[in-house]
């Protein structure tokens, strides 16, 4: 066993609940790696956002701790690293495109570092794609889990399909309203049941919200949302939560799955660049014809 270099070790991040989620599984590489007595994350989003990483602790963000300019520091017998990758402009692609390539590249460059200053051999073991985002189910609130699982067995529809109707923070993709694409698929394809992750006025037999049936103690439906997705098997929307949450190694090893994303660029739209079994579709027009184009074409694959 090796010795204790450290009391404690406090990942932050101050950005979104996606950027928290798609660095998670470094995060439990790196607490594998790094002898400590105990292991925190500091970030704004609720603590449940983690909640299936065992020994790991939710702090608030103490910035003159936690200073956003830079990766990884030591204080008083604490280390403190940075998990936001957009710190280095050469670790995002064009279009905001962030990958699990870039996040093992900008990992590894920190433990190099760490190695340097502390006399460590520190380094993540397989390939970039061992770091595909995993949720284990079985440890998130069973509140939500219990309500997606109701859903499915009240419904038992052999083709769903989950859009991300959500607004996005960043700027990788264009807001635009759905309204009209599932207003025309839903009524094309009867057949299908389409759920949706933020309300709208729009109703139709076969159209679901997930606030209409997922209930939670805090009202945040991220993780559960993640859990739907490995029912449905198509996932639409524009790379940013809470689409992210259903980028899951589980659905993209899937080959009988498709993610669509509606973003300004290819790199902006995948979060893998290794091929994968799953089929990925995407566009950055701003015609409603070719998105509804897009997306037929995956619907009549099914």
């Known amino acids: 066993m090796p010795s204790i270099l450290f009391d404690n070790v406090y990942y932050f991040n101050y950005y979104g609940n996606g950027d928290i989620f798609v660095a998670k599984e470094f995060v439990k590489a790196m607490m594998a790696i790094i002898p400590t007595k105990k292991f925190w994350y500091a970030h704004a989003k609720?603590?449940?956002?983690?909640?299936?990483?065992?020994?790991?602790?939710?702090?608030?963000?103490?910035?003159?701790?936690?200073?956003?300019?830079?990766?990884?520091?030591?204080?008083?017998?604490?280390?403190?690293?940075?998990t936001w990758i957009g710190l280095e402009s050469s670790d995002v692609l064009p279009g905001i495109g962030v990958t699990v390539?870039?996040?093992?590249?900008?990992?590894?460059?920190?433990?190099?570092?760490?190695?340097?200053?502390?006399?460590t051999k520190w380094f993540l073991p397989g390939?970039?794609?061992?770091?595909?985002?995993?949720?284990?189910?079985?440890?998130?609130?069973?509140?939500?889990?219990q309500c997606v699982g109701q859903f499915i067995l009240e419904h038992q529809i052999d083709d769903m399909i989950l859009i991300s109707n959500g607004e996005v923070q960043s700027a990788q993709a264009e807001n635009f309203d759905f309204t009209p694409l599932i207003e025309q698929v839903s009524k094309d394809y009867p057949d299908k049941v389409f759920i949706l992750t933020s309300p709208s006025p729009f109703r139709a037999p076969n159209v679901f919200y997930t606030s209409d049936f997922i209930k939670t103690v805090d009202g945040v439906d991220l993780n559960e949302i993640g859990y739907l997705s490995t029912f449905c098997r198509v996932i639409v929307g524009r790379n940013s939560s809470p689409y992210v949450f259903c980028l899951l190694k589980e659905?993209?090893?899937?080959?009988?799955?498709?993610?669509?994303?509606f973003n300004y660029s290819f790199p902006g739209a995948i979060f893998v660049q290794t091929p994968m079994p799953c089929g990925r579709l995407w566009t950055n027009s701003s015609d409603n014809n070719k998105r509804l184009a897009i997306l037929k074409e995956i619907l009549d694959a099914g």
Not at 46 to 75: F, G, K, S
Not at 127 to 145: C, H, L, M, V
Request: aromatic fraction near 12%; charged fraction near 25%; proline fraction near 6%.
């Open 46 to 82: 609720t603590p449940r956002l983690l909640e299936d990483i065992d020994n790991l602790y939710h702090t608030n963000i103490v910035p003159e701790r936690m200073e956003n300019t830079w990766r990884c520091q030591a204080y008083d017998n604490s280390l403190y690293i940075n």
């Open 251 to 261: 659905n993209m090893q899937d080959a009988s799955k498709a993610f669509v994303a």
């Open 101 to 119: 390539e870039n996040y093992y590249r900008m990992f590894n460059r920190m433990l190099m570092k760490l190695n340097m200053k502390l006399g």
């Open 127 to 145: 390939p970039p794609t061992n770091y595909i985002p995993t949720t284990d189910f079985s440890k998130i609130a069973k509140e939500g889990i």
